[in-house]
């Protein structure tokens, strides 16, 4: 027994240890992400037990020193010896790479992850692990540390209530491994809220332990799921018809389902789920939908006579403006494609999708003739709207390179034609517009002024967008074109940088352009071409020498570190404006790119994001002004 113990341990050891050498392998990046996803490596192993409908209970605790704790009252992970490697269960679920469920026979896994892995990968990338397991009235418990090895195998700690039956996974992620060991709170939240929406009627409490608040931490469960998914990124939207629409099937043991509600808005959000896992990139399940739903409106606006024989058909665009949707498919096989993964490939979901969905809404439409009657002719209008814009975005599409452009002569467009060194600055107001145009390095840097503020674009449709002169030069400058014609490839300069006054309608133009850039030109956001630049907030004028300085505590260090006599002769000026800036100090403050600070507009969620714009733009005027007088920064954007 011993020596078989020792034999297994060395096995052991050297899987954890690959892990240890290579863990982008197996958890992506060792960044702030990689951390992250290390708590939903453990909470994958509870959620695959409430799916497997052992378990309705998960807890997950940051605790004071950043470690974190999950805990779950489901079976309890299993604490016999394990056949293969004389070891109990939860040491070989906790150390063997590999030991997923087939060790624990029986069950598929669905929630997504590692597949079973997860536990020992964590464990590899931990500087310590104790596992507890509730189970026959006692209390077990193990103990991991230096990225994995054994410092308590599995033993009787104590009793329990003979009833009480669970797992509780406590792990501080290893400090040698992570750039940073600090868990955020909020990025936590969305992801465990986002949870409790997939899985209906499972209850996930998060709670922070850092500070000394006796919170009871926050709560998330739906008994709803995705319908009320649909509710909450609705919020700040109005509906089109009161009722969610909430489907469901399954089909040779994959579970299908679809919750959705039409609002009056122009623009669509549409998210799929397999196995709890974000399909960015869409796949077989999203297309079964989306082709159904295209041909289900039609169907029946034919049928009765809605949409006439003279009327073109609605194409998929129509049907889904306006439309929040979420689909999740839960796969006990799933085949992730494409270069992130974020694509479902099995061919076979996409006709099973279909099916589900076109029954379900096609019996929805019958039984709902008034809300059917309201999404037909939301599409309709939509409908028109997109052959009027395809006129009006034939103006603006920049055919070949040769053709000569009408920027309305407002862009100072720059020299240089390779897309990777030029920048376009978009300004806001004319005299600031003048100094940039003045002061750029016209080789590679462009310069188009902004008069006042731009069309808030989550109120308008893509047609009136574009009559909007302002937006048109922008898609003509940018030359990725919009829409169904957007080519990311065609971009013609790598950074966009919004240059705004550092105050509240400063503020307000940054978040109407990101609002655009959000609404039409996703891709180039989340390729991180988008930047904010960042005009001093004062500058320290000391003898001939004059330095800016971005924030208030900047402003006190820069002095702090002066001589006591040299701070006395300093003449510190609050900065009003971009415009009150001469074409040099603008250069050397804001523009140089060896002096300059930009700030890069990441989307760290886009669900988030999405909710984030329809609450900031959308035809709720509260939210908005709140933001704005508050003037900070939203939860998941980085504005
Ligand atoms: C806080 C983390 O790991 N819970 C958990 C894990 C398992 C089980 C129950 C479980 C699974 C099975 C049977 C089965 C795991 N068991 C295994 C293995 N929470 C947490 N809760 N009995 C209990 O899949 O058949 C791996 S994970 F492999 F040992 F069965």
């Given at each position: 027994?011993?020596?078989?113990?020792?034999?297994?341990?060395?096995?052991?050891?050297?899987?954890?240890?690959?892990?240890?050498?290579?863990?982008?392998?197996?958890?992506?990046?060792?960044?702030?992400?990689?951390?992250?996803?290390?708590?939903?490596?453990?909470?994958?192993?509870?959620?695959?037990?409430?799916?497997?409908?052992?378990?309705?209970?998960?807890?997950?605790?940051?605790?004071?020193?950043?470690?974190?704790?999950?805990?779950?009252?489901?079976?309890?992970?299993?604490?016999?010896?394990?056949?293969?490697?004389?070891?109990?269960?939860?040491?070989?679920?906790?150390?063997?790479?590999?030991?997923?469920?087939?060790?624990?026979?029986?069950?598929?896994?669905?929630?997504?992850?590692?597949?079973?892995?997860?536990?020992?990968?964590?464990?590899?990338?931990?500087?310590?692990?104790?596992?507890?397991?509730?189970?026959?009235?006692?209390?077990?418990?193990?103990?991991?540390?230096?990225?994995?090895?054994?410092?308590?195998?599995?033993?009787?700690?104590?009793?329990?209530?003979?009833?009480?039956?669970?797992?509780?996974?406590?792990?501080?992620?290893?400090?040698?491994?992570?750039?940073?060991?600090?868990?955020?709170?909020?990025?936590?939240?969305?992801?465990?809220?986002?949870?409790?929406?997939?899985?209906?009627?499972?209850?996930?409490?998060?709670?922070?332990?850092?500070?000394?608040?006796?919170?009871?931490?926050?709560?998330?469960?739906?008994?709803?799921?995705?319908?009320?998914?649909?509710?909450?990124?609705?919020?700040?939207?109005?509906?089109?018809?009161?009722?969610?629409?909430?489907?469901?099937?399954?089909?040779?043991?994959?579970?299908?389902?679809?919750?959705?509600?039409?609002?009056?808005?122009?623009?669509?959000?549409?998210?799929?789920?397999?196995?709890?896992?974000?399909?960015?990139?869409?796949?077989?399940?999203?297309?079964?939908?989306?082709?159904?739903?295209?041909?289900?409106?039609?169907?029946?606006?034919?049928?009765?006579?809605?949409?006439?024989?003279?009327?073109?058909?609605?194409?998929?665009?129509?049907?889904?403006?306006?439309?929040?949707?979420?689909?999740?498919?839960?796969?006990?096989?799933?085949?992730?494609?494409?270069?992130?993964?974020?694509?479902?490939?099995?061919?076979?979901?996409?006709?099973?999708?279909?099916?589900?969905?076109?029954?379900?809404?096609?019996?929805?439409?019958?039984?709902?003739?008034?809300?059917?009657?309201?999404?037909?002719?939301?599409?309709?209008?939509?409908?028109?709207?997109?052959?009027?814009?395809?006129?009006?975005?034939?103006?603006?599409?920049?055919?070949?390179?040769?053709?000569?452009?009408?920027?309305?002569?407002?862009?100072?467009?720059?020299?240089?034609?390779?897309?990777?060194?030029?920048?376009?600055?978009i300004v806001e107001g004319d005299s600031a517009g003048g100094s940039a145009k003045v002061?750029?390095?016209?080789?590679?840097?462009?310069?188009?002024?902004?008069?006042?503020?731009?069309?808030?674009?989550?109120?308008?449709?893509?047609?009136?967008?574009?009559?909007?002169?302002?937006?048109?030069?922008?898609?003509?400058?940018?030359?990725?074109?919009?829409?169904?014609?957007?080519?990311?490839?065609?971009?013609?300069?790598?950074?966009?940088?919004?240059?705004?006054?550092?105050?509240?309608?400063?503020?307000?133009?940054?978040?109407?352009?990101?609002?655009?850039?959000?609404?039409?030109?996703?891709?180039?956001?989340?390729?991180?071409?988008?930047?904010?630049?960042?005009?001093?907030?004062?500058?320290?004028?000391?003898?001939?020498?004059?330095?800016?300085?971005?924030?208030?505590?900047?402003?006190?260090?820069?002095?702090?570190?002066?001589?006591?006599?040299?701070?006395?002769?300093?003449?510190?000026?609050?900065?009003?404006?971009?415009?009150?800036?001469?074409?040099?100090?603008?250069?050397?403050?804001?523009?140089?790119?060896?002096?300059?600070?930009?700030?890069?507009?990441?989307?760290?969620?886009?669900?988030?994001?999405?909710?984030?714009?329809?609450?900031?733009?959308?035809?709720?005027?509260?939210?908005?002004?709140?933001?704005?007088?508050?003037?900070?920064?939203?939860?998941?954007?980085?504005?």
């Open positions: 027994m011993k020596d078989n113990y020792d034999a297994s341990a060395i096995q052991v050891l050297e899987g954890l240890e690959a892990v240890r050498k290579r863990p982008g392998m197996y958890i992506g990046t060792t960044d702030v992400k990689g951390l992250h996803h290390l708590v939903w490596e453990i909470v994958d192993n509870s959620i695959d037990e409430a799916l497997a409908g052992f378990c309705n209970n998960i807890e997950i605790i940051i605790n004071k020193d950043n470690s974190i704790t999950v805990k779950d009252n489901g079976r309890g992970i299993p604490v016999g010896i394990h056949k293969k490697t004389g070891i109990s269960t939860v040491e070989t679920v906790y150390t063997v790479l590999h030991a997923g469920g087939k060790f624990g026979g029986g069950g598929y896994k669905v929630s997504g992850g590692l597949h079973g892995v997860g536990a020992s990968v964590v464990n590899a990338l931990s500087s310590w692990v104790v596992v507890r397991v509730y189970k026959d009235g006692k209390i077990y418990e193990a103990k991991f540390k230096d990225g994995g090895k054994t410092e308590k195998q599995l033993t009787v700690i104590g009793d329990c209530e003979e009833n009480r039956t669970g797992t509780t996974v406590t792990f501080k992620p290893d400090s040698e491994i992570f750039d940073t060991d600090i868990y955020d709170y909020n990025t936590l939240r969305v992801r465990t809220r986002e949870l409790a929406f997939l899985n209906k009627g499972l209850k996930l409490t998060l709670r922070d332990d850092r500070n000394d608040d006796n919170s009871t931490g926050e709560t998330f469960h739906y008994e709803g799921g995705i319908s009320e998914y649909v509710k909450y990124l609705n919020k700040n939207k109005t509906p089109i018809h009161d009722e969610i629409i909430h489907l469901t099937g399954e089909e040779d043991g994959v579970m299908f389902e679809v919750a959705m509600q039409y609002n009056s808005g122009y623009s669509d959000s549409i998210y799929s789920f397999v196995n709890n896992i974000n399909t960015h990139d869409g796949g077989t399940h999203e297309e079964g939908v989306r082709r159904a739903l295209t041909r289900v409106i039609n169907n029946y606006a034919k049928k009765n006579n809605i949409l006439k024989d003279k009327d073109e058909s609605l194409t998929g665009d129509d049907v889904k403006e306006g439309l929040t949707m979420i689909i999740s498919c839960k796969h006990p096989n799933p085949q992730f494609e494409g270069q992130t993964k974020g694509r479902l490939g099995n061919s076979e979901v996409r006709k099973l999708a279909d099916n589900i969905f076109s029954n379900g809404f096609e019996r929805f439409l019958l039984e709902n003739p008034d809300e059917a009657r309201i999404i037909i002719e939301k599409a309709m209008t939509a409908s028109r709207a997109r052959i009027a814009a395809k006129k009006a975005r034939e103006l603006t599409r920049r055919k070949s390179d040769l053709d000569v452009v009408n920027f309305g002569g407002k862009l100072a467009d720059c020299k240089e034609k390779d897309p990777s060194i030029c920048e376009i600055f002061g750029r390095n016209s080789m590679t840097q462009a310069i188009l002024p902004l008069r006042g503020k731009i069309l808030n674009v989550e109120k308008a449709r893509m047609d009136k967008a574009l009559s909007n002169e302002e937006i048109r030069t922008i898609i003509t400058a940018f030359g990725t074109g919009i829409g169904q014609e957007f080519d990311l490839s065609k971009l013609r300069y790598n950074k966009i940088i919004i240059m705004t006054d550092a105050d509240v309608d400063g503020s307000h133009i940054r978040v109407l352009l990101l609002t655009l850039f959000y609404r039409f030109f996703r891709p180039i956001v989340e390729a991180g071409h988008v930047y904010a630049a960042q005009p001093p907030l004062f500058s320290i004028k000391h003898g001939k020498t004059t330095k800016y300085v971005l924030t208030e505590e900047e402003k006190e260090d820069y002095l702090s570190k002066l001589p006591e006599s040299a701070r006395k002769g300093c003449v510190i000026n609050r900065m009003k404006g971009l415009g009150e800036m001469d074409a040099d100090q603008l250069n050397e403050t804001t523009m140089d790119i060896n002096t300059r600070v930009l700030r890069k507009i990441t989307v760290a969620d886009a669900i988030e994001a999405d909710a984030a714009f329809s609450k900031l733009m959308g035809e709720e005027v509260e939210p908005r002004r709140e933001f704005i007088e508050a003037n900070a920064t939203y939860s998941n954007l980085d504005i």
